[in-house]
């Protein structure tokens, strides 16, 4: 949820457009951000996540690519399930050890690095096309194309 001057409508547009459920006025009432986050927390995931030909069944844990069946470990299911659920938008190295890991430091190794190599190969290598991005010094992308 954004909370911002919405009479700036290309901010509100481009928070939308990357992932925001909502956005609120900056003099919303506190009784209004309430509602409008309960409304978000309300609202259905989808089952099934879909980033071009890569599909997601949050249901069963299974992940296919092309209709071929790809087999992940726990831990890069839920790095992929973490930049699905973010499509397009670059999580840093310090947000997947948090939230994957469950760390609030960095702990100065290259588990991050590791688990991205192993998943990048499971995910992209024998397509035409590569669904996961790095963006040096930034962190890491999931998107149907290079320009999400």
């Not at 844990?61 to 092309?66: D, G, W, Y």
């Not at 839920?78 to 999580?91: P, Q, S």
């Amino acid at each position: 949820m954004l909370v911002a001057d919405c009479g700036n409508a290309d901010m509100v547009i481009e928070a939308l457009d990357a992932g925001a459920g909502d956005a609120v006025p900056a003099d919303a009432s506190p009784e209004e951000v309430a509602a409008r986050l309960a409304a978000l927390i309300r609202r259905p995931r989808p089952a099934v996540i879909r980033v071009g030909d890569l599909a997601i069944d949050r249901l069963s844990r299974q992940v296919t690519r092309a209709g071929r069946p790809l087999d992940l470990l726990p831990r890069e299911y839920a790095i992929l399930l973490h930049l699905a659920e973010r499509v397009g938008r670059c999580i840093s190295r310090a947000a997947l050890l948090r939230d994957i890991w469950g760390l609030g430091f960095d702990p100065g190794t290259n588990v991050v690095q590791v688990h991205i190599s192993r998943l990048r190969a499971k995910l992209d290598r024998g397509f035409g096309h590569p669904l996961l991005h790095t963006e040096k010094g930034k962190g890491y992308r999931l998107a149907a194309s290079n320009r999400a």
